[in-house]
């Protein structure tokens, strides 16, 4: 039995910018709210995470658009740390989602989060032959 090709959830956004970051986390935070495809048991083994995430996401927004309204210092650095605490919140929840995936792959394509396909399949090549052997249709040899 061969089994599609399963998705995994890029964690490229450790390393966005903060910008990028919060185009990111504004995609997520839709996603992730009141999502169908995402079934409540999925949050049951950490039924907090969720909650936890959105609240820190709307801060993030806030502090995200004073820092560019204003470019206070305090602003600016208040955004750095929710930034982190918000990556270490998306790893768990994108682990958390992975394992959900198993069962149901909408799941993570309904996450919001970046997909990358794994590619594990067995490559069949044909052995290579020489210039010589190879012999087109219709083609004569000479003597």
């Given at each position: 039995m061969v089994r599609p090709p399963q998705s995994r959830i890029l964690r490229n956004y450790r390393s966005k910018t903060p910008s990028q970051f919060y185009t990111l986390l504004l995609r997520v935070w839709?996603?992730?709210?009141?999502?169908?495809?995402?079934?409540?048991?999925?949050?049951a083994a950490n039924p907090e995470l969720l909650s936890l995430f959105l609240a820190l996401a709307a801060k993030y927004h806030e502090?995200?658009?004073?820092?560019?309204?204003y470019a206070s210092k305090l602003d600016i650095a208040e955004r750095d740390v929710i930034q982190a605490q918000l990556i270490a919140y998306m790893d768990e929840i994108a682990s958390v989602l992975e394992?959900?995936?198993?069962?149901?792959?909408?799941?993570?394509?309904?996450?919001?989060?970046?997909?990358?396909?794994?590619?594990?399949?067995?490559?069949?090549?044909?052995?290579q032959a020489s210039s010589e052997d190879a012999k087109v249709p219709g083609e004569q040899t000479q003597s």
């Open positions: 839709k996603c992730l709210t009141d999502n169908p495809h995402i079934p409540v048991s999925v949050w502090v995200f658009q004073r820092a560019a309204s394992a959900a995936a198993v069962r149901n792959p909408e799941v993570l394509i309904t996450s919001g989060f970046d997909l990358a396909k794994e590619r594990r399949g067995i490559r069949a090549s044909a052995p």
